[in-house]
T-cell receptor
């Protein structure tokens, strides 16, 4: 099983749509989880951390299910500027580095 | 406060040459992480360094690749005798503490093309 697995995508949605991305991780001891955003050929940037209780930042909501080792990201009212690749990220077992999923590509059209 | 600076941004090498990629962390950051992103792939962890120390190199290929972070100057990722499969984007990130997530940032990357 891969350390971090994501929906293959791509997701093509109209502006205003709600879209959800899913991710599973293999290391049950992982303590820290994140969603990053990567625009085409640019560096990844932290979108938000994921907390056990779930957390929200504007139109973005992240959820964590430790029992199922499952992380999700919900984007409401999609904007054209949300078009990017979304990366699910967890800490490695040693706690020394981030492990990235391959990413899910989102394309929002008008 | 400049961000994480990587240079060169683009590097072309012929097979068999050496590639040197530089990463200057943000001011006050003493932890550096190198990642590689192959075309159409996710970012893969390579190595984690502090000043003058390699902390975790579990992601480094066993041969031809080395990294350092000297007391003075940038961190260097060195690839000897490059092959076509080394063509990728190499990103580094820095943080003031061991992966302090709120304060960790990536550089813009170096795109290595081996011809």
């Amino acid at each position: 099983r891969k350390e971090v697995e994501q929906d293959p995508g791509p997701f093509n949605v109209p502006e205003g749509a709600t879209v959800a991305f899913n991710c599973t991780y293999s290391n049950s001891a992982s303590q820290s989880f994140f969603w990053y955003r990567q625009d085409c050929r640019k560096e990844p940037k932290l979108l938000m951390s994921v907390y056990s209780s779930g957390n929200e930042d504007g139109r973005f909501t992240a959820q964590l299910n430790r029992a199922s080792q499952y992380i999700s990201l919900l984007i409401r009212d999609s904007k054209l500027s949300d078009s990017a690749t979304y990366l699910c990220v967890v800490f490695n077992q040693a706690g020394t580095a981030l492990i990235f999923g391959k990413g899910t590509t989102l394309s929002v059209s008008s | 406060n400049a961000g994480v600076m990587q240079n060169p941004r683009h590097l072309v090498r012929r097979r068999g040459q050496e590639a040197r990629l530089r990463c200057s962390p943000m001011k006050g950051h003493s932890h550096v992480y190198w990642y590689r992103q192959l075309p159409e792939e996710g970012l893969k962890f390579m190595v984690y360094l502090q000043k003058e120390n390699i902390i975790d190199e579990s992601g480094m290929p066993k041969e031809r690749f080395s990294a350092e972070f000297p007391k003075e100057g940038p961190s260097i990722l060195r690839i000897q005798q490059v092959v076509r499969g080394d063509s990728a984007a190499y990103f580094c990130a820095s943080s003031p503490q061991p992966w302090s997530q709120d304060e960790a940032f990536f550089g813009q990357g170096t795109r290595l093309t081996v011809v």
